[in-house]
Antibody, heavy 124, light 108 residues
Framework: QVQLQESGPGLVKPSETLFLTCTVS??????????WSWIRQPPGKGLEWIGS???????DYNPSLKSRVTISLDTSKNEFFLELTSVIAADTAVYYC????????????????WGQGTLVTVSS | SSELTQDPAVSVALGQTVRITCQGD??????ASWYQQKPGQAPVIFMY???NRPSGIPDRFTGSRSGNTASLTITGAQAEDEADYFC???????????FGGGTKLTVL
C-alpha cells in the first residue's frame, strides 16, 4: 500500500521560498497510472489544489499560483517536491502531498492516497 | 464557471438519511470525487465517479450525479460520519482541478 510523507520547514519568512519534499513508499513515481500532487488547506478553511506532476515531466498548476509554483520529481529517490516562491502570510496552511488517479475515459480524477500533512507558517 | 459549490453545513438525526450536494458547471462533463476529513486528520477518499466506493468505505454511502450536481448520500447516518466532506473535479476547461468549499456534517 502506498504511503506518502511530507517534510520541510515549519516556518518560512515572508518573501522567501517554501520548499517541501514528499517521500513515497510502496509505489514508484515512474508508474504510468498516477501523477503526484500538492494540495493545501489554510487553518479552518477548505482544500486548494496547488498542482500535479508526472514522471514524463508534464505538470499542471492552479492558475492562481502558477507564477510562483514549481513541482518536480526525483524518480531515483522516489520523492517529489514543491517550490513556492515569494511567500506571504496567506500561504500559511497545512500542505498535503497526494497521489492522483486520472481515468480519462470516465472523465474522472481522484486523489486516492494522501500524506498526513505538514503545517507551514509564513511569519517574520 | 470554475467553481464547485457546497452547503457549508448540514445536520442529520442519527440513523436518518442525508444528502450532501456539490454544484458546478463542470460536473455536466466530469465526475466528482468525495473526501471525508475529520479534525486534525488528512482527507480520505470516500467516493469517486458514479458510485464507486474504495475498499473499507461502508455501503451506507452512495454517490450520484444529475445535471450539474453531484451528491453523496448517507443512508442511516452514524455518529462516526460526523466530519467535513469535500467534493473535487476538473474545472470547466478540463485543465485544472478544483475543490468545493466543504460541508460540515453534524449527526444529532
Amino acid at each position: 500500500q502506498v504511503q506518502l510523507q511530507e517534510s520541510g520547514p515549519g516556518l518560512v519568512k515572508p518573501s522567501e521560498t517554501l520548499f517541501l519534499t514528499c517521500t513515497v513508499s510502496g509505489d514508484s513515481l515512474r508508474s504510468q497510472y498516477w501523477s503526484w500532487s500538492w494540495i493545501r488547506q489554510p487553518p479552518g478553511k477548505g482544500l486548494e489544489w496547488i498542482g500535479s506532476g508526472s514522471h514524463t515531466g508534464n505538470t499542471d498548476y492552479n492558475p492562481s499560483l502558477k507564477s510562483r509554483v514549481t513541482i518536480s520529481l526525483d524518480t531515483s529517490k522516489n520523492e517529489f517536491f514543491l517550490e513556492l516562491t515569494s511567500v506571504i502570510a496567506a500561504d500559511t496552511a497545512v500542505y498535503y502531498c497526494a497521489r492522483l488517479t486520472t481515468l480519462t475515459s470516465l472523465s474522472l480524477v481522484y486523489f486516492d492516497s494522501w500524506g498526513q500533512g505538514t503545517l507551514v507558517t509564513v511569519s517574520s | 464557471s470554475s467553481e464547485l459549490t457546497q452547503d457549508p453545513a448540514v445536520s442529520v438525526a442519527l440513523g436518518q438519511t442525508v444528502r450532501i450536494t456539490c454544484q458546478g458547471d463542470s460536473l455536466r462533463y466530469y465526475f466528482a470525487s468525495w473526501y471525508q476529513q475529520k479534525p486534525g486528520q488528512a482527507p480520505v477518499i470516500f467516493m469517486y465517479g458514479n458510485n464507486n466506493r474504495p475498499s473499507g468505505i461502508p455501503d451506507r454511502f452512495t454517490g450520484s450525479r444529475s445535471g450539474n450536481t453531484a451528491s453523496l448520500t448517507i443512508t442511516g447516518a452514524q455518529a462516526e460520519d460526523e466530519a467535513d466532506y469535500f467534493c473535487n473535479s476538473r474545472d470547466i476547461s478540463g485543465n485544472h482541478l478544483i475543490f468545493g468549499g466543504g460541508t460540515k456534517l453534524t449527526v444529532l
